[in-house]
């Protein structure tokens, strides 16, 4: 699926719920992105915990994009799948890509790749880094994986994938077994 920023999201099975949200980047957009992902995943019926832990790790990603992206980036997507275990989010710029991608990476042994999963063994690089760069060690610790697809000139999308509980009387779980 190729969305207004020009990113493309790959999902291997078709979710369930699919959703896209385009956001100038203008500092507001950040609280309204919180409530407008809160309120959906809350309404299907995704438990208060990991709606919590979503939120912040995707509130650390489009908060990247605005101190990040550079001038040239108007605008941001951020597009949520979401299946019966868990929930996907990508937060995808056409900014001019992300230096710190190209640090973290080749101090990790992951250089020459553009898309990277961040391992447990990326800790050191961010402790070296200055405070605006624990961002990315917050996503980490609030989502099972952080992936950040970052090249010059093409953007930034930092993929967010978390495992999932369900509330009891969920909508979409009663929708699952109805089908």
């Not at 438990?47 to 992206?69: F, P, Q």
């Not at 996907?88 to 898309?115: I, M």
């Not at 697809?149 to 699952?176: C, E, F, M, Q």
Request: aromatic share 4%; proline share 4%.
């Amino acid at each position: 699926m190729t969305v207004g920023t020009g990113c493309q999201m790959r999902v291997e099975k078709v979710p369930d719920v699919k959703f896209c949200l385009v956001f100038r980047c203008e500092a507001v957009s950040v609280p309204v992105m919180r409530r407008v992902l809160g309120d959906t995943l809350r309404g299907l019926g995704v438990d208060e915990e990991s709606v919590y832990d979503i939120l912040l790790a995707a509130t650390e990603a489009c908060t990247n994009v605005l101190r990040h992206g550079g001038r040239d980036v108007e605008d941001y997507a951020v597009v949520t799948s979401l299946g019966p275990v868990g929930c996907q989010v990508e937060v995808a710029d056409k900014g001019a890509g992300s230096a710190l991608s190209d640090l973290a990476l080749s101090d990790s042994g992951f250089a020459g790749s553009k898309s990277h999963e961040m391992p447990e063994a990326y800790d050191p690089v961010i402790a070296r880094l200055p405070e605006s760069g624990r961002g990315l060690a917050v996503m980490r610790a609030c989502v099972d994986t952080v992936t950040l697809d970052s090249s010059p000139g093409n953007g930034t999308v930092v993929r967010l994938r978390k495992h999932i509980r369900w509330a009891d009387d969920a909508p979409l779980r009663h929708y699952r077994a109805a089908s």
